[in-house]
Nanobody, 119 residues
């Protein structure tokens, strides 16, 4: 089992930045991908970013709507993934969920952290 705990959400003005983080614990050696999703009120959960590793090299991919404004990174020693979000828009107000995928097909979710973009 893997436990994921997000933090770092909050209220930010349009154009501002936030850097939520996701700490993993438990059987983290089985995890090959870490990512972020978000779910706005009344909408389906959507994928935002993912990071995978091969040896010492990290590979990141982003949804088209955030590419160029969002950077996902990881601290392997701390089993923590970060998502730097810049130039935030009001329509990006959502609950942001951390996600992890295991080699055996397991999928883990955090409890979510609220991000509100508003004046």
């Amino acid at each position: 089992q893997v436990q994921l705990v997000e933090s770092g959400g909050g209220l930010v003005q349009p154009g501002g930045s936030l850097r939520p983080s996701c700490a993993a614990s438990g059987s983290t050696l089985t995890i090959y991908a870490r990512g972020w999703y978000r779910q706005a009120p009344g909408k389906q959960r959507e994928w935002v970013a993912v990071i995978t590793s091969s040896g010492s090299t990290n590979y990141a991919n982003y949804a088209g709507s955030v590419k160029g404004r969002v950077t996902i990174s990881r601290d392997n020693a701390m089993n923590t993934v970060y998502m730097q979000m810049d130039k935030l828009k009001p329509e990006e107000t959502a609950v942001y969920y951390c996600n992890a995928k295991g080699c055996g097909g397991q999928v883990y979710w955090g409890q979510g952290t609220q991000v509100t973009v508003s004046l």
